[in-house]
């Protein structure tokens, strides 16, 4: 019995060195789980979403090419607006080029979850709801509410009280024609309401400035002027911007520096001014 016991206890001892010289290997090596892991995460923040666009060299953008005069197809059916032309701008600064997808609404932020584009340009304002969800660029577009009335009428921005105002009824603005005291006469939009204060059916319509200026841009002979909140207060006024999915701000980062210097250069102005004829950026 003794003689098979020697070489078995030499098998033992051979096994147990080659096993305690591969775990010292492994350890001198750094083979093990945790810098698999680090160097997964280095791996995963190198591929950021803006090292795929440039990579692709395209930004893919949602937008709904039916909302004049920010997105919609012109007579020769080209897409354009102010968005557009805005994102275009952008695109360029960042040395791609866009592909728009054209989404309606009720379908567009959807589309963003589902990575069907990169980015959405169309008007989208900036709230809490969305900021809970989504991450927005610097604004490009800045605006507030204002009241349209009749040409050389004498009506203040709070002075509704006791007339008739035009206004959609599911809409914020209908809240403050009621707030300043009017009396709500129901249209489908804002162009239906401007037409009700032309034919003196009423006194005026509240909306947004930039409908406004552009309804003035497209019927500059209209018989109608805006007037202002004399001191716009700040729950008064609305910024829209760039919207972008959660964890991506290396590529909206590059898109702030470049609204930043289309701003500083005056091209922000210059594309606002052609839509609106005056600077709403």
Not at 28 to 43: V, W
Not at 51 to 80: I, M, R, W
Not at 154 to 178: C, H, R, V
Not at 225 to 240: H, L
């Amino acid at each position: 019995m003794k003689k098979f016991l020697l070489p078995f206890l030499l098998i033992l001892l051979a096994g147990v060195l080659v096993a305690c010289g591969t775990k010292d290997d492994d350890k001198a090596n750094g083979s093990n789980e945790k810098p698999t892991e680090e160097s997964s995460g280095d791996s995963a923040a190198k591929d950021g979403l803006l090292d795929e666009v440039l990579e692709k060299g395209v930004l893919n953008v949602g937008t709904e090419g039916t909302y004049a005069p920010f997105s919609f197809h012109d007579e020769s059916g080209k897409l354009t607006g102010y968005d557009v032309e805005v994102t275009e701008e952008v695109a360029k600064r960042l040395g791609v080029e866009v592909k728009f997808f054209e989404t309606q609404w009720d379908a567009i932020f959807a589309g963003l979850d589902a990575k069907r584009f990169d980015v959405i340009a169309n008007q989208v304002g900036i709230n809490d709801d969305r900021k809970a969800k989504y991450a927005f660029s610097q604004p490009y577009t800045r605006s507030h509410s204002v009241l349209v009335t009749l040409k050389d009428e004498q009506i203040a921005f709070d002075g509704m009280e006791g007339k008739k105002a035009a206004q959609t009824l599911t809409s914020n603005y209908g809240e403050l024609a009621k707030s300043h005291g009017a009396e709500i006469i129901k249209v489908d939009g804002f162009n239906q309401a401007v037409d009700l204060v032309i034919s003196k059916r009423v006194d005026g319509t509240y909306n947004d400035k930039i409908s406004a200026l552009d309804y003035l841009k497209q019927k500059p002979d209209a018989p109608i002027q805006i007037v202002e909140e004399e001191n716009t207060s700040a729950e008064n006024e609305s910024e829209n911007a760039f919207l972008f999915r959660q964890g991506n701000e290396d590529l909206i980062d590059e898109v702030d520096k470049a609204l930043d210097a289309m701003r500083e250069d005056g091209t922000l102005k210059e594309i606002s001014e052609k839509w609106f004829g005056e600077d709403v950026s």
